[in-house]
Every structure is written in structure tokens, then in C-alpha cells.
């Protein structure tokens, strides 16, 4: 098949299936993964004000011993520093940001490591939380035996270590949870990207291999 | 100029005007019509969001090539090879005004071996049959032009070849 002789059936090409609008607002929402990753983190910055309020009221809704609120509020004040940062400068960040004027190759990387920051952030904003939330299981933990007049100094020594080694389980648990959530949610759309990104650039790597080697030999010749 | 630009039904008129463009570049991304739908109304969205940055300094075609084909490429949905299971034979014929029997089956059979092809393949396809050059190629996918010379060659050859197998003969 002659390519060069096709060009003129190209040009002329019905294109009846292409709807143009007569307004914008008639195109549908977006749908690429990049504007859904926009999206999911406009949802989750709102169910993160709700979850701060609501666990701002916590120890009132979930009474605990008044002397531990003093480490609840301290811990809760971490937690809204944290979120903050996390999830409003990364917010910001993401809706400011538009990857699809620039060429492909610089478009696609900046797309990927957009990705990839993202992942990142979902690993340390769960690594973050990690501390949080074992602060209040254990303030709960403590109010309980405070209630019964006992601390931590009363439980026996085979109990402190199952739950030292319970505390152990269920981190790294959450930690590998967290990491294979990123894996199965962005892992794939990530991987595919990459896959673009090494064919464009795995030319350029040999062809600038042979330019260094040609000018080695040049430089070989010239030094006879 | 900008004002001009930056209307909508300036760009809606664009988009009339380009949507040669759409209509290819689903072509060669997608393989079933409700999925090339799918992109050209993404790129439509994703080509709006960008046009406020869009100062008319270059060509409008070629800053809806980059958009579009960038786009396509990061798309991803539903990219199956199911032209592997496709019958050549049926390809259909199209019809329009200027209705070439021959070369709208030419056309047909180019498509769907098209899709047998990587997206940065269809990509260096898509510019060629635009008659853009090996350098303006390059400038629009970011890589050398000699690096662009190599994969058009090598895509070409490897094209020819899946039309080969397809039993098709010209």
C-alpha cells in the first residue's frame, strides 16, 4: 500500500461523526485520568473538613478521662497541620496545572511524575496517620484501665507484649495496605505512561550513543 | 487578537473548522465509534482548558495536533486490540461526496491496521499523513528529528507488513 498515494483519501475523509457543540456546557464532564485524579481530590478535601470536625468533638461525643485531653488535642492538632498541608496546597497544586500544550514527550513526563508525587503523597499521608490514630487508640485504651483504677503499669508482662506485637501487626498491615492501594488504583494508568515515555526517549538515547561514539573516533583519527 | 480567541463561539467555529483532526485522530486511537465519541469530546474539553493559553503565536492546527494527540496518548481507556480479531475482509466502504471506491478500502484497511500499532507509533503515522516534516514532528513530540527519521521508518515498514498479513495486496 502506497502511504504517500493514501494521503489524498486522508485529506478528504468524511467526518460526519464529529459533533461540534453550539455551546461548551454541552460537552460532557471530563473523563481523563488526570482530571479524575482533579476530582477525587476536590471530594476528598471536603470529607476531610467533615472528618477534622467531626473528631474535633470527639472526646465530647466519646468521653474520655479530662487529663488526656491535653494529648488528644495535641495529636488533633498534628492531624489538621498535616491535613492541611496535604490536601489543600496538593488541591491547589493539581487544579492549577494543565500538561497538554507542551510536546508530547515533556507533556507525558510531567503528567507521570504528577502521578507519581500523587502516589507519594497518599504513601506519607498515610504514613502520617499512622501515629494519630494509634495516640487515640491508645488514650482509650488508657482511659479504660483508668476507669478501673489500673494504668499500663498493672497489665501483666505477657499482655503488654501481645500488644506491642498486636500494635506491630496492625502497622505494617496499614502500611501495606496503603501501598498496595496506589499499586492497584494508579499503578497501571503509571506503568503505561512509562511505557510511552521509554519508547520516545529509547532512540534518543542510542542516537546521542552514536553521535558520542562518532565523535570518538573522529577524535581517535585526529589524534594519529 | 486575544478577546477573538478566547470566545467560545470563536472556538466552537475553530473546531468546525478542524474537525478533520478529531475525526483522525479517534480514528486512529480508538476502534469502536462510541469510543472514539468518547475522545473527541476529551479532546474537545481538554483543548477548551487550554485555550485561554493559547496566544496565536503558532499555527492553530499545530497546537491542536500537540493537544489532541497528547491527550489521546495519555487516554488510555478501553485501548483493546480487538482489530486483532477483526475480518479485513469486511472492511466497510464509506461513502461521501467524493466516494473512491478503492481508496476509501485502502483507508478502511490502513485504519484497522493502524491499530495494531503503539501510540507513539500512531502518533509519528497520524503527523505523516498530515505532511508535517520529520523536524516538525519532532518539535511536536518533543524528540530529535533523526530519532523521528528511524521510528517513521521503522512504523512504515511494520505497517506494511501488517497489511501484508491481512492478505491485502496493492
Known amino acids: ?224 | 487578537m486575544l478577546t477573538d480567541y478566547s470566545s467560545e463561539k470563536t472556538f466552537l467555529n475553530l473546531m468546525e473548522a478542524h474537525k478533520g483532526i478529531l475525526h483522525k485522530v479517534a480514528r486512529l486511537y480508538m476502534d469502536s465509534p462510541e469510543d472514539r465519541e468518547d475522545l473527541q469530546q476529551e479532546i474537545m474539553i481538554q483543548l477548551w482548558k487550554s485555550y485561554q493559553n493559547f496566544k496565536g503565536d503558532s499555527a492553530f492546527s499545530s497546537w491542536m495536533y500537540r493537544v489532541a494527540i497528547n491527550t489521546a496518548i495519555s487516554y488510555f481507556k478501553k485501548e483493546k486490540r480487538r482489530s486483532d480479531v477483526y475480518d479485513y475482509s469486511s472492511a466497510k466502504e464509506p461513502e461521501n461526496e467524493d466516494y473512491n471506491p478503492e481508496k476509501d478500502r485502502q483507508l478502511e484497511i490502513f485504519y484497522l491496521a493502524v491499530q495494531q500499532l503503539n501510540s507513539v507509533e500512531k502518533a509519528l503515522i497520524f503527523y505523516f499523513m498530515e505532511g508535517l516534516s520529520h523536524r516538525e514532528t519532532g518539535f511536536q513530540l518533543g524528540i530529535s528529528e533523526g530519532n523521528v527519521r528511524v521510528k517513521l521508518n521503522r512504523t512504515k515498514e511494520k505497517l506494511q507488513q501488517i497489511i501484508k498479513k491481512t492478505g491485502y495486496e496493492s
Not at chain 1, 496546597?89 to 507533556?107: G, P, V, W
Open chain 1, 1 to 224: 500500500m502506497n502511504l504517500d498515494k493514501l494521503k489524498s483519501a486522508w485529506n478528504n475523509e468524511n467526518t460526519d461523526d464529529v459533533h461540534i457543540p453550539s455551546q461548551i456546557k454541552q460537552l460532557r464532564q471530563a473523563k481523563h485520568p488526570l482530571d479524575k485524579l482533579k476530582q477525587n481530590m476536590n471530594k476528598e478535601w471536603y470529607i476531610q473538613i467533615v472528618t477534622i470536625l467531626f473528631l474535633g468533638f470527639f472526646p465530647q461525643l466519646f468521653p474520655i478521662h479530662p487529663s488526656l485531653h491535653v494529648i488528644y488535642y495535641a495529636s488533633y492538632t498534628l492531624l489538621v497541620v498535616i491535613s492541611a498541608y496535604y490536601l489543600n496546597l496538593f488541591r491547589l497544586f493539581y487544579n492549577r496545572i494543565n500538561h497538554y500544550t507542551a510536546d508530547t514527550k515533556d507533556s507525558l513526563t510531567e503528567i507521570y511524575y504528577d502521578f507519581k508525587l500523587n502516589i507519594e503523597r497518599y504513601h506519607a499521608f498515610g504514613f502520617l496517620l499512622l501515629p494519630t490514630a494509634l495516640i487515640v487508640i491508645t488514650l482509650y485504651a488508657y482511659n479504660t484501665l483508668l476507669e478501673k483504677g489500673k494504668d499500663f503499669s498493672s497489665l501483666s508482662s505477657e499482655f503488654r507484649l501481645t500488644l506491642i506485637v498486636l500494635t506491630l501487626v496492625v502497622s505494617l498491615s496499614f502500611i501495606l495496605s496503603i501501598l498496595a492501594w496506589t499499586r492497584y488504583y494508579y499503578g497501571p494508568y503509571v506503568n503505561q505512561l512509562k511505557k510511552v515515555l521509554d519508547e520516545l526517549k529509547a532512540e534518543e538515547l542510542k542516537l546521542e550513543q552514536e553521535i558520542k561514539n562518532g565523535l570518538k573516533e573522529e577524535d581517535l583519527k585526529t589524534g594519529e
